[in-house]
Structures are given as structure tokens and as C-alpha cells.
């Protein structure tokens, strides 16, 4: 029998106010909740959507079947709440951001809804931490450093008016995102 994933622990990483950033595997990370950069379909793919189903085992994916069957799926800027399945967050909250053709296609209206969403799910569910990925900064080619700006924003905007989550975790695969969700942290 495999030995099981060791938990990453954000409480060390750094702290803007009720935000945290931290560098690793959301996969791993012991929040109650990480979000899935996930497409219309639900079905899992590539990237962080197909590593959260993987490591989240069939009952992610069920439940997904069953939000499907309810209500066809997800649409962009949207959010929906399943199991964690096997992950150490006990929820993921799937949501499905923009394709980036430019910025003038509500691209920017359509992130900030998928922040929004999420965090309201969160708040529902009055969970402790959420932590983020860079919704839509991979094979949707949303710029980065303009993706950073919204989620911080927007969660910033949420935290300062809600008392649940009780922290946000916006997490981060590279060094270039790090300096990213850094600049828009501090600024």
C-alpha cells in the first residue's frame, strides 16, 4: 500500500491581512477548500483541473456527473461545490474562467465573477480556508499579471465585508507567478 501524500502546510507562508501566498501542489495543500480551474463540461482535463481529479479519486468526478445531469454543466465566471474526494480539502469549489481573446470579451468581468462565485460558495459553507489557483492562466492564456490583480482584488473586496472564509490561500506553481500575486499584494 502507498504511503499517503504528505499535507503542505500554508500557515508559514506569507501574510497580506487574511491572505496567504504560498509556492506548491494544491493537491496537497490541508485548506477545507481549493478551488479548480475547470471547464464547461465538469469532466476534468488538463492541468490543475486534471491533477485535482486525479488526486481527488471518482467521487470528485461523480459528484461533477451529478451537477451535469442537474444543470449541464458550468458556464464561465460560474461556481459549483463538490467532495474533495481524496484530497485533503474537504470541498472543491469549480469554477470556470475566461478564455483570454484579448481582454474585450468581458474576459476581466468574467475572472472576477469566478472569484466572487467561489468565495461565495466558501462562504456558505462557512469554510476556515479556500485556497486559489491561477484560474485561467494556463492553457487559457490569460495574462498573469493581470489575472493576480483580479484575484486579489476581488478577494481583498470579499474578506473586507464577509467573515468566512476565515483565509484565502492564492497558490502559486512558478517563481514568475510569485512575483505576480507579490506585486499585487503589495501594492
Not at 499535507?7 to 497580506?16: G, I
Not at 480556508?129 to 476581488?154: L, N, W
Request: charged content about 20%.
Amino acid at each position: 500500500m502507498p504511503s499517503p501524500t504528505p499535507l503542505a502546510y500554508w500557515r508559514d507562508a506569507p501574510a497580506f491581512g487574511r491572505i496567504r501566498l504560498y509556492q506548491g501542489d494544491i493537491t496537497k495543500l490541508d485548506t477545507e477548500a481549493i478551488v479548480n480551474a475547470a471547464n464547461t463540461s465538469l469532466l476534468g482535463g488538463g492541468g490543475v483541473d486534471g491533477a485535482i481529479h486525479r488526486a481527488g479519486g471518482p467521487a470528485i468526478l461523480e459528484a461533477c456527473r451529478q451537477i451535469r445531469a442537474r444543470q449541464g454543466g458550468c458556464q464561465p465566471g460560474a461556481a459549483v461545490l463538490t467532495t474533495g474526494g481524496r484530497l485533503p480539502a474537504r470541498y472543491v469549489i469549480h469554477t470556470v474562467g475566461p478564455v483570454w481573446q484579448g481582454g474585450h470579451k468581458q474576459e476581466p468581468e468574467l475572472l472576477a465573477c469566478c472569484y466572487r462565485h467561489s468565495l461565495a460558495l466558501a462562504e456558505q459553507q462557512q469554510v476556515a480556508s479556500v485556497a486559489f489557483p491561477g484560474i485561467s492562466t494556463g492553457i487559457y492564456g490569460y495574462p498573469k499579471a493581470e489575472a493576480a490583480a483580479i484575484a486579489v482584488r476581488e478577494a481583498r473586496a470579499f474578506l473586507g465585508e464577509h467573515a468566512f472564509p476565515g483565509t484565502v490561500v492564492f497558490v502559486v506553481f512558478d517563481e514568475e507567478a510569485r512575483r505576480f500575486y507579490e506585486q499585487a499584494l503589495q501594492a
